[in-house]
């Protein structure tokens, strides 16, 4: 079962767009159909209006790509896969990202877009992934995890907020509606073993053994015909994909309900306690986020 | 993590409402976001007449309440959660409760009400819910069970006629269709791991420590923003609630089924086998309905 | 508990459709209410335009019979349920069998109308089902798999085609997407533990308790009211299956793909390997596929 092992500088029609210099993850084009993309960026690898416009960037190099079958996106940090995304107090660059080709707005845009790429795309999860981080294994095709190293969730509804980048319409048809419920407003981090329970990801895979796993189905995805795999997934995309439509509405709250000053005083007192950085907050973000809620509430 | 816990003398704006006296359960406001419904209707929960219109009534306080964020409901027997409905041989009293807000009967009413309703409800399952109590925990957003004392089922078909409750469209979307079609065509009992492998409930937790966990969870809750909340369930319910023109139709079929002889006659042996008591038969209703099928059929 | 059970020569009111010769599988009508059939194709049970002419009539036979609840599909062979479609280098033959009445080409319409049908269709899986194999047991009612001798896939993508038979349309609703990309991108075998988990089927049931608890399943429907099963059923329809129209356009992919000069290639590849017979090609198709690609792709 012998593959093509292409350097960067061996990779195709455009070698010169895959191999430039990306920041918040590295590309390593491993064959002419089989990509491997590795988010770095310390110390928590949260997502910033940079990842989008790179993620944005790598989408249409994916799209564009018809040697390409598939796209493994894992951390090079084992304790957070996407921790969430940080607005780096600049809500202004955030919106500068604009309008995607989807005419959605960016994060949405790239959501939409690697969903519906004719490749396979392949979360390998090991650490936490919340919020914005949750978002996008939920807008991969595969989702596999760390069976003792996995924390997911979306943390939204628990400082105050709707998620914007579709989990309401992704959960509820993955995972059905009692527990896209659970996952959206008890707000809390699921281990891997519930995840699996739940639906949440394909399966989980004891660690040491979760590489291997997601190495040998990428090296035999490569090896398929492009064709059979791009005209299977988008029957499956019919069937199982939300419209565009249904994703627009929430972004709409996520601004009004963030907007609120006690939705900010929370965001502040968040701050204080660690968000963003290598913190007992961030790591059990889940538990710890009633730390930032109002002594008593309302 | 402290709450505020009030009694039901300061339960917020409409003590007088919410203090009234019940019949078939019992109202405990533990505080302003958190409500616990305890059913109580000796021998065994059946649902009657009045069980509907105590909750319709109920349903209208939840909807009306801007404090409120989480009902949780449970059953003050451990061996019975809702037995299943009763029309204690006075089908005029189920019929004398006519259409709701919504426009349907009454208890299609009530569960669809509360699904739609701006807070999360919570069925703590300990014990037998079946038929109409199957269905009200089905309306519930959240489902916890107890992994040694649950037995779930809807055993309508197994005494002839259609479920008239939702759980056709309910079920379908929540299981899928092969487990959905075992639940009601086969018409067997299944306990908490088995409602938790088939998607049924939430999950199956250890008895000793379901109460725990679900206190955990709404007091969580009960401190949350109200409105992330509402607007975050009211884009799942886009996706996942059926619509109401979809639970009509069944409720002929009930209607028409059930008035059979034959059925007429099969419901005098349950009645005899002890249906509506505590009896052998209500508690392995599951598998002792073919007792009370003709020998021979047809 | 007691049934009647009828033999062949007893089988209700058109015992002489019922008791004709078939060739792929054998019929026995256990009672009025219940019939089995076990396929018996040596050496592996592929499906050929004979098995879809035999299952066309046999499905017409089933709708037509009221007295019917439950039929029973199993196999004969215990390493392979239905191994896959086998077009016996003879592609006309398939062509031959034509439209059926749902208006969609003959597997397609056996696959719709079995699915429809007014009773509880049963796979009691044991062995190998892949392709076309996979795509029957979808399309009924109940899947219970045997824990220790199951293997379950859709293969077609390894081979460079789409699958035809409706896996799409119907795993997506039934595991989700996540799930159904994963069985038909990656094309593997999954085992029962799996594919329970993965709700493909019901339940993976111990191999020495499978035939009883389906047996106990079957005796137990054949005494139920066959028009509350066949309403109930007829909900959960509406809400599950896809419509005619979703099915057929993959149809035309299939035989566009197939017909390429690679895929004619690794069909000769895999003839040389065994396919088609009893081999260990066949045995672990889910990974030997591999052996049939090209050295390197493209």
């Known amino acids: 079962m012998s593959t093509t092992v292409n350097g960067p500088s061996n990779n195709g029609a455009r070698p010169q767009s895959w191999s ?3 920041t918040h993850f590295s590309v390593d084009r491993r064959s002419l159909g089989y990509c491997r993309i590795t988010f770095d960026h310390p110390p928590i690898n949260t997502i910033t209006a940079t990842t989008v416009a790179e993620l944005a960037e790598l989408v ?3 799209e564009q790509d018809s040697d390409l079958n598939v796209v493994v996106f894992d951390s090079a940090n084992p304790d957070f896969y996407l921790a969430h995304y940080d607005i780096e ?3 202004g660059a955030t919106a500068a990202l604009g309008i995607g080709p989807t005419g959605l707005s960016a994060w949405n845009d790239v959501l939409i ?6 490749i396979v795309s392949i979360a390998a999860i090991r650490g936490r992934a919340r919020g914005a981080g949750s978002e996008f294994v939920l807008a991969c095709d595969l989702r596999f ?8 969730g979306q943390w939204e509804v628990g400082i105050g907020i709707v998620p914007a980048g579709g989990p309401m319409a992704r959960l509820s048809r993955l995972v059905g509606r009692g527990r896209a419920l659970e996952i959206l407003l008890v707000a809390d981090d699921l281990d891997g073993p519930r995840a699996e329970r739940y639906g ?6 004891a660690d040491d053994r979760l590489d291997g796993e997601v190495e040998a189905i990428a090296v035999r995805l490569a090896r398929f015909d492009h064709e059979a795999i791009a ?13 565009n439509s249904e994703l627009t509405p929430p972004v709409n709250d996520f601004r009004e309900l963030f907007g609120r000053p006690a939705q900010q005083a929370q965001w ?11 913190s007992d907050l961030e790591r059990s973000l889940g538990q710890r986020l009633v730390d930032s809620l109002p002594d008593q509430y309302p």
Chains 1, 2, 3 share one sequence.
């Open 113 to 118: 877009r690697l969903a519906r790429a004719p």
């Open 268 to 278: 502040t007192r968040l701050q204080q306690l660690g968000l963003n950085t290598d």
């Open 60 to 62: 249409g190099l994916i």
């Open 145 to 152: 995890a760390s069976h003792e190293h996995t924390l997911l």
């Open 20 to 22: 430039q210099s990306w």
């Open 89 to 91: 107090n600049d809500p």
């Open 200 to 205: 949440y990801v394909n399966r989980a895979v």
């Open 231 to 243: 005209r299977t997934k988008s029957y499956v995309d019919l069937t199982t994909l939300p419209s």
